[in-house]
């Protein structure tokens, strides 16, 4: 009897344990708990919540592992604690963090990193009657940031605006995921009530609703890149572990069902449109499961699985314009643990060329907006700005060259406004000294 073994350029993926030399340790965690990863990256930085008053984070350099033993310098502006956190796409400096004290604020992390404590956010919105637990940057447009609350709501903001433009009422109970789709034209969002609602951001409205899962634990949510398809993974009724592929234009029966395993940790997934690799990684679990998904029947094809005996608090997915493209790196993870701080999981593709390979890099995200706010709020719909990988061709993403829009803080613009007015007075005064009327 023949066996066909399926064709695939990431059928042999692999992970090395981490290296301890090549993590981030001696942090103090906050002991905080809830719905969101723990832990976000930049191309540049990533952010953990720290243990302390004012609800502080610390911010990391991705390529400086370390030991810290609580000297870093801090972002604390919260009056309680930071429950999630968000780096703009389009500015590896520039990160939101919600807190429990109901606000959202914007901070602008400098080159090089913090040099001392931050304690003055660039933007502070309120809006949220409770705390807020769930941040999301849309993935095209400049400044569009979603977040949802303790209040049953899910707001769209303007951050550069400090508005917020819309507002999601469908809830009744507390909102466990909130994800965009490819061009963030929609919005999808998973609820206590077992329901998963897909909403249109730009007017608040509902547009699907269904119940992707039977078990009472939370859901989480990711969109499957241009292919619009969703994956949601959750639980059975008898709390057996599983992901759902669904068409969202047809939810009454999903596309495939696959069975992971028993137990208790909720799965946090990671999609990378440019290889269609799906990564799975429960909170608790030290294991990661990664399969790859096709746009056609059986839909998903399991991979294989990184086994460590480390547990998982948190996990992020890095851009993956910071990967060792050259090393044939395909996705890096950060995974934050209880007792040994951040560990980097790097998955492989072995090649045994040394030149770019461009079958596995295609073009990927820019860290370029593809329309402003209005634009988008006025219907606006475009696919991510694409750049190369390659090397060779770095800063080859149209407008990435283009000067970047900068933020400043209260206090600065009103030291540069007393600045100014002393300046108008001293030549008010010498055009006086001439009899010059002005």
């Given at each position: 009897?023949?066996?066909?073994?399926?064709?695939?350029?990431?059928?042999?993926?692999?992970?090395?344990?981490?290296?301890?030399?090549?993590?981030?340790?001696?942090?103090?965690?906050?002991?905080?708990?809830?719905?969101?990863?723990?832990?976000k990256?930049?191309?540049?930085?990533?952010a953990?919540?720290?243990s302390?008053?004012?609800?502080?984070?610390?911010?990391?350099?991705?390529n400086?592992?370390?030991?810290?033993?609580?000297?870093?310098?801090?972002?604390q502006?919260?009056?309680?604690?930071?429950?999630?956190?968000?780096?703009?796409?389009?500015?590896?400096?520039?990160?939101a963090?919600?807190s429990?004290?109901?606000?959202?604020?914007?901070?602008?992390?400098?080159?090089?990193?913090?040099?001392?404590n931050?304690?003055?956010?660039?933007v502070d919105?309120?809006?949220?009657?409770?705390?807020?637990?769930?941040?999301r940057?849309?993935?095209?447009?400049?400044?569009?940031?979603?977040?949802?609350?303790?209040?049953?709501?899910?707001?769209?903001?303007?951050?550069?605006k400090?508005?917020?433009?819309?507002?999601?009422?469908?809830?009744?109970?507390?909102?466990?995921?909130i994800?965009?789709?490819?061009?963030?034209?929609?919005?999808?969002?998973?609820?206590?009530?077992?329901?998963?609602?897909?909403?249109?951001?730009?007017?608040?409205?509902?547009?699907?609703?269904?119940?992707?899962?039977?078990?009472?634990?939370?859901?989480?949510?990711?969109?499957?890149?241009?292919?619009?398809?969703?994956?949601?993974?959750?639980?059975t009724?008898?709390?057996?572990?599983?992901?759902?592929i669904?068409?969202?234009?047809?939810?009454?029966?999903?596309?495939?069902r696959?069975?992971?395993?028993?137990?208790?940790?909720?799965?946090?997934?990671f999609?990378?449109?440019?290889?269609?690799?799906?990564?799975?990684?429960?909170?608790?679990?030290?294991n990661?499961?990664?399969?790859?998904?096709?746009?056609n029947?059986?839909?998903?094809?399991?991979?294989?699985?990184?086994?460590?005996?480390?547990?998982?608090?948190g996990?992020?997915?890095?851009?993956?314009?910071?990967?060792?493209?050259?090393?044939?790196?395909?996705?890096k993870?950060?995974?934050?643990?209880?007792?040994?701080?951040?560990?980097?999981?790097?998955?492989?593709?072995?090649?045994?060329?040394?030149?770019?390979?461009?079958?596995?890099?295609?073009?990927?995200?820019a860290?370029?907006?593809?329309?402003?706010?209005?634009?988008?709020?006025?219907?606006?719909?475009?696919?991510?700005?694409?750049?190369?990988?390659?090397?060779a061709?770095?800063?080859?993403?149209?407008?990435?060259?283009?000067?970047k829009?900068?933020?400043?803080?209260?206090?600065?613009?009103?030291?540069?406004l007393?600045?100014?007015?002393?300046?108008?007075?001293?030549?008010?005064?010498?055009?006086?000294?001439?009899?010059?009327?002005?």
């Amino acid at each position: 009897m023949s066996h066909f073994v399926r064709a695939s350029k990431f059928r042999h993926v692999y992970s090395d344990p981490p290296k301890p030399e090549n993590s981030w340790t001696g942090f103090r965690l906050a002991t905080t708990t809830g719905e969101q990863c723990y832990i976000k990256a930049s191309a540049k930085y990533f952010a953990i919540a720290v243990s302390g008053g004012g609800g502080p984070f610390v911010v990391c350099d991705i390529n400086k592992p370390g030991r810290f033993d609580g000297q870093q310098f801090k972002v604390q502006g919260h009056s309680s604690s930071v429950l999630d956190f968000e780096w703009n796409p389009f500015d590896d400096n520039m990160v939101a963090s919600a807190s429990d004290d109901s606000t959202i604020k914007l901070w602008q992390i400098p080159d090089g990193g913090l040099t001392a404590n931050l304690t003055e956010p660039l933007v502070d919105m309120r809006g949220h009657g409770r705390k807020v637990t769930l941040l999301r940057y849309n993935p095209t447009a400049a400044n569009v940031l979603a977040s949802c609350s303790g209040d049953m709501t899910v707001k769209i903001w303007d951050v550069e605006k400090a508005e917020a433009l819309t507002t999601f009422t469908g809830n009744q109970e507390l909102t466990q995921d909130i994800v965009w789709d490819y061009k963030g034209d929609l919005l999808a969002a998973s609820c206590k009530d077992k329901n998963t609602r897909v909403v249109d951001p730009r007017t608040g409205a509902e547009a699907a609703a269904f119940q992707p899962h039977e078990g009472s634990k939370s859901v989480k949510l990711t969109y499957l890149g241009a292919s619009g398809k969703l994956a949601t993974v959750g639980f059975t009724r008898q709390s057996q572990r599983e992901l759902k592929i669904w068409d969202p234009r047809n939810t009454a029966t999903p596309l495939s069902r696959v069975d992971i395993d028993q137990a208790a940790g909720v799965i946090m997934p990671f999609y990378d449109p440019d290889t269609n690799m799906l990564f799975l990684t429960g909170k608790g679990d030290g294991n990661v499961r990664y399969y790859e998904f096709v746009d056609n029947d059986p839909w998903a094809f399991s991979l294989s699985e990184f086994r460590s005996t480390t547990s998982c608090k948190g996990m992020c997915m890095v851009p993956k314009r910071a990967n060792n493209i050259m090393g044939c790196e395909t996705m890096k993870l950060l995974k934050l643990t209880p007792n040994d701080g951040v560990q980097a999981l790097s998955f492989i593709v072995p090649r045994k060329s040394d030149a770019f390979q461009d079958d596995i890099f295609p073009d990927s995200n820019a860290p370029v907006a593809a329309h402003t706010s209005d634009e988008w709020m006025a219907g606006s719909s475009k696919d991510p700005v694409k750049m190369s990988l390659d090397p060779a061709n770095a800063g080859s993403a149209p407008g990435s060259n283009a000067p970047k829009k900068t933020f400043r803080t209260v206090s600065t613009l009103s030291k540069e406004l007393d600045e100014a007015q002393k300046r108008i007075e001293y030549l008010e005064s010498k055009l006086k000294g001439a009899s010059i009327e002005y």
